[in-house]
């Protein structure tokens, strides 16, 4: 499941929103190891298709550079597709190279309402996952916390 914050969201769907007809795509970055996205980084589709999205090989080394002197890693991945259901297409699958990313897809074909999914891709294999929005991570915590004293009750 992809826990994420309120306002990651609205960003995301806001840069999709922007780049509208062409794909949009970024990170969430956050601390490695804690599968919590944090930072906000939205990238430039250097395609400016909007069919396909493709980020430029120094922009992409900048990034990798800054999450290790950061201590971060790519949590979630995103871009958005255009004119299409949020499933990644064939194309995104083989490019898909981060097994431990969530993979979220932006729909944006409907003016109004937007669809967002996420998916785990791990060696071609591609399984939809829930994604749980919450205002802040503090407040799930607490209601994991009361989960579980309400199992064990």
Do not use: W
């Amino acid at each position: 499941m992809l826990v994420i914050r309120a306002d990651l969201v609205d960003a995301m769907v806001a840069h999709a929103r922007a780049d509208h007809p062409d794909e949009a795509c970024g990170v969430l970055a956050g601390p490695e190891g804690s599968d919590r996205p944090e930072r906000f980084i939205p990238l430039v589709n250097a395609a400016r298709s909007p069919t396909f999205y493709e980020i430029d090989s120094m922009d992409l080394l900048r990034l990798v550079r800054e999450l290790e002197g950061k201590d971060e890693e790519q949590v979630v991945i995103y871009h958005s597709h255009t004119a299409t259901e949020p499933y990644p297409s064939r194309t995104d699958i083989t490019l898909a190279q981060e097994p431990g990313a969530h993979y979220v897809l932006i729909g944006t074909r409907d003016p109004v309402q937007h669809e967002l999914r996420s998916y785990r891709i791990v060696d071609g294999v591609v399984t939809e996952e829930p994604v749980r929005i919450v205002d802040s991570y503090a407040d799930h915590a607490t209601e994991d916390l009361d989960a579980a004293e309400i199992a064990d009750a």
